[in-house]
């Protein structure tokens, strides 16, 4: 836990193209076209994948709603290019820093779109601050009937297992991290 907290602390003074190259492993590319090239290799070795769109950044209303227009868009790309792949979604990007409503409506809308489409979203969860506000959306979706709706949750957190417990009914999907 040190080790990460000293790494998160460093990160902004390495060179970017230092990071790029380390991250290459991890991220696709900046464009859908390259997230799809390197989702299609993973399938063809028996992998699933998992595209995230960037956006955590956003500043203003319109912002918001162009990510959730993002992922619809990466659901109808999955779906045509039949991929073996859902997403996963960092609620900031989707204006939970600017208002909790917009946000659950953009949530809601691709999780709708991807339940059309016979697919699935998961809700990554970003630093303490949004943790509360995560788990009340994705309770609040999950009890309106979205089944095709997981989450992350930070495994190091003393309040995990108490969430777990929480969420225990809903019967939920989670990855741990």
Known sequence: MILDRTIARMLPAV???????????????????????????????????????????????EEARAIASAYRDVFETI???????????????????????LCRDNLESVVRDAARRGNFVRIDMEDSSTTDDTLRLYRELREAGHDN?????????????DDIRSLAVLHPSVRLC
Not at 36 to 42: G, P, Q, S, T
Not at 79 to 101: I, P
Not at 149 to 161: D, S
């Open 79 to 101: 779906e045509r290019q039949q991929l073996e792949s859902n997403v996963s979604v960092k609620l900031t990007a989707l204006g939970l820093e600017l208002d909790y409503d």
């Open 15 to 61: 060179p970017k193209p230092l990071v790029h190259l380390l991250a290459q492993r991890y991220i696709a590319g900046p464009t859908l076209e390259d997230a799809c090239r390197v989702v299609r290799a993973a399938n063809a070795q028996g992998k699933l994948a998992t595209i995230d769109v960037l956006g955590e950044e956003i500043k203003r209303h």
């Open 149 to 161: 709706l997981g989450i992350v949750l930070q495994a190091y957190l003393r309040r995990t297992p």
